[in-house]
């Protein structure tokens, strides 16, 4: 999970750091700081991982999963993750639901998308129950209604992608498996460069997200976005959007209820929202 | 007189009429087609490997407040 790749130093005075982790590549960059401090930030984003992993049993949101029904401890970083997901189910109208793990698990996609999909078994899919139905918050513990099950997904990315930049200081960039985060004025002081699209912005103080149905997909109409409406992989006429906000983690919210939304309802939804998006 | 001119310009009408058609059908009569012939420009053979369908041109906005740069950048953002 966590083998570094080497990587040249593309900027002077920048220290980077490659690796796999939450299911994808992951991306450290930042000026003025020693080798120990991404060491730290790298030991923190393979510590999530194994917190916030569905596909691990012993993983802290696989036992809150297994314990539905009964009121569990939760650490502070899967609290602050809880609430984040009912504050997107709220922001979002719902669409942002991590309550999707049993649609998720009747697509097939019930282990690493390495391992491959299983059969899918869709004829039983329901709309979802709003999130705030599913999920109790309170300090230091948590309750899942009975048969519910949460996938943290891109919000984990996003929120952990915000909180690791500004652990790596003031002048740093985080890119968690596409949600990334730019932070101070970057190494020629313009922002740090940073593919959107099909061009190259200069990011200050903001994050960037894109949410898409392009990967992880497994079959014609089988993909890992579920839409809460139907419980079934979402059907757009949209197949990736990408978001600039002031966080990773309002980037991921707002890039998949833009998704979901679809093209005409999605420009209108972001238009005045954000710094700058792209709809494909 | 009127009569006469008259009579002179339908003549010829019918005369161009006549030389066209039997001189259409001497040419085609001349010049048949051929099957075996090359096709000009020869017809590209069709590719084993499926393309892919072209896809909806996508649509970006970024606000001013945002600069943007001919530099590659450092990383990007993706699907993940």
Redesign the interface.
């Known amino acids: 999970m966590s083998a570094e790749l080497a990587r040249p130093t ?2 002077a005075g920048v220290l980077s750091r490659r690796f796999d982790a939450l ?2 590549e992951c ?1 450290l ?1 930042a000026l003025d700081v020693t080798d120990a401090v991404l060491d730290s930030a790298q030991a923190r984003i393979e510590a999530a991982h194994r917190r916030f992993t569905r596909f691990e049993s012993d993983s802290e949101l696989s036992r809150l999963n297994a314990a539905a029904g009964t009121r569990v401890a939760v650490s502070e970083e899967l609290e602050a993750l809880l609430r984040l997901a009912l504050d997107a189910h709220e922001r979002s109208g719902g669409l942002v639901h991590a309550g999707v793990l049993p649609a998720l698990l009747a697509a097939g996609y019930t282990r690493t998308f390495a391992d491959g999909p299983t059969v899918a078994t869709l004829e039983r899919s329901r709309p979802l129950p709003p999130l705030d139905e599913m999920l109790e918050v309170e300090p230091g513990r948590a309750r899942l209604a009975p048969g519910s099950a949460l996938d943290l997904g ?1 919000l984990a ?1 996003g929120w952990l992608a915000d909180r690791c930049c500004e652990q790596l200081g003031p002048n740093a ?1 985080v ?1 968690l ?4 985060r730019a932070g101070g004025p970057g ?1 020629d002081g ?14 200050a103080d ?1 994050g ?9 997909r497994w079959g014609e109409e089988l993909h890992h976005l579920i839409d809460p409406r139907t419980g079934l992989p979402a059907r757009s006429d949209l ?2 959007v ?1 978001v ?1 906000a002031p966080t990773a983690a309002e ?1 991921e919210v707002l890039a998949k209820t833009a998704l979901l939304l679809g093209r005409d309802a999605g ?1 209108i939804w972001l ?1 005045g929202k ?7 | 007189m009127r009569l006469g001119r008259a009579l002179t310009l339908r003549l010829c009408a019918t005369a161009a009429t006549v030389a066209t058609l039997l001189g259409s059908t001497v040419y085609v009569a001349a010049h048949p087609k051929d099957p075996s012939a090359p096709l000009q420009p020869p017809v590209a053979k069709s590719s084993p490997v499926p393309t892919r369908a072209p ?2 041109s ?6 001013p ?16």
């Open positions: 593309v900027w299911g994808g991306e960059y891109g990315k960039l890119n498996g596409g949600d990334l190494p313009e922002g740090w460069p940073v593919g959107f699209a099909s061009r190259t912005v200069l990011l903001l960037a997200a894109t949410s898409g149905t392009t990967r992880r197949e990736e990408s600039l980037a420009e238009d954000v710094s700058g998006w792209s709809l494909t | 896809q909806a996508g649509r970006i906005r970024i606000e407040g945002v600069r943007q740069t001919a530099l590659p950048g450092i990383t990007f953002t993706h699907v993940s």
